[in-house]
């Protein structure tokens, strides 16, 4: 499928359009007799990729039909054969600014930019805020568009909040995301806020409850695009490792790895909006390990993790992974590497400014030196540490 493809189909989704509704109102070209409608099984192959639309004065067609912004394929709001600009409204241009600048704060956030998200985080809820008072008839037309934007805004407002260590917050935030989910009946939105929910619920020790709703999210990204499936299957990975269920952890990862192809590698052109990776992946997987009380798996991922987030310029999950490998040196008892990776650990959580990761360090600290603490490596860093709080 390509991403022309997924576009339509997404944006016909949000229309609530079938694709035989779509195929009878697509525009034909003038060598085909012009006017409008073609076969719903041409429809089904534009959204699978297996056709194109080459002609430009088609697309933009299409994309006045669907809504898409035409930045989206790759078009100028100016169109050569006309000698126009389109006539998209200002509510529609303010919608695609607020939807790119959804797609800005996540790759801020991907490079560990945590500050300067918050600070766009801030200024979209202003804009959101802006128009929620809004009695325009065209707010009320595009009523389905600007939901998908409050829950996103809300997916975020909790991923950030995780960020700095306010879990329940973050909980409220996603329950919030959760009645705009079913409001939209949007099967993407719907496993999107339940695997977040899914999520936090394992993070407070509730993990059957957790299990429960990764496992619903799962179903809910069936009737979506296969990039959902991944994101979903990634994280229940592992919730699974968390409850002991090793076969279970390994079935879901590996599905998540199987199917990784289908992500989008530039988040500003993320068709399926899932802002995922196979660092991501891989990085769960090397969690799950250490649950599972397997070190020796973790460790043999690290050199394969650290060549595909450099690739991905992975930041934020780069700063991160040296906690699991202070974690398992610890639990083989191979106390210097822990210290090393516990400074390395410190040195870049300090930068990217991350306190639930430093509260984790500082975990990982303290077991090190009830066990070690005569080991001079061990006395080096803790000096180190202290000198850092004062």
Known sequence: MDQIGRLIREYRERAGMTQAELAAHWPRHARFGGGEGVSWKYIQDIERGRKRIEDQATLRKVCGLLNIPLWRVGLSEYDPLSGALSGASPFTRCFDLMELTVRQIWQLRKAALLREARQVLARLGS????????????????????????????????????????????????????????????????????????????????????????????????????????????????????????????????????????????????????????????????????????????????????????????TRVAAWMPLDWARAYLLLGEVEACAKELRELYRQVKAMGSPPALEQADSVLAALKKKYDSVQAVRELSEERQAMLA
């Open 127 to 314: 804009w959101l805020d802006a128009l929620q008072q809004e009695i325009s008839p065209l707010l009320q037309r595009d009523q389905a568009r600007f939901g998908h934007l409050l829950a996103d805004y809300h997916c975020i407002r909790g991923v950030l909040a995780v960020d700095a260590g306010h879990y329940q917050q973050a909980l409220a935030y996603y329950q919030q995301m959760e009645q705009f989910a079913r409001q939209l009946n949007d099967p993407a939105v719907l496993a999107h806020a339940l695997m977040n929910l899914g999520v936090e619920y394992d993070r407070r020790g509730e993990t059957q409850h957790g299990i429960q709703y990764l496992e619903e999210a799962c179903d809910c990204a069936l009737e979506a695009s296969k990039a959902w499936s991944v994101l979903v299957h990634s994280y229940l990975s592992r919730a699974y490792a968390r409850a002991g269920e090793e076969r279970r952890f390994l079935r879901a990862n590996d599905t998540a790895l199987r199917l990784s192809h289908v992500l989008a590698k530039d988040f500003i052109e993320d068709p399926d909006q899932v802002y995922y990776t196979l660092g991501n992946i891989l990085a769960e997987r090397s969690a799950g390990y250490l649950l599972l009380g397997q070190p020796r798996q973790t460790l043999a991922l690290r050199e394969e993790i650290k060549r595909v987030l450099e690739r991905e310029q992975g």
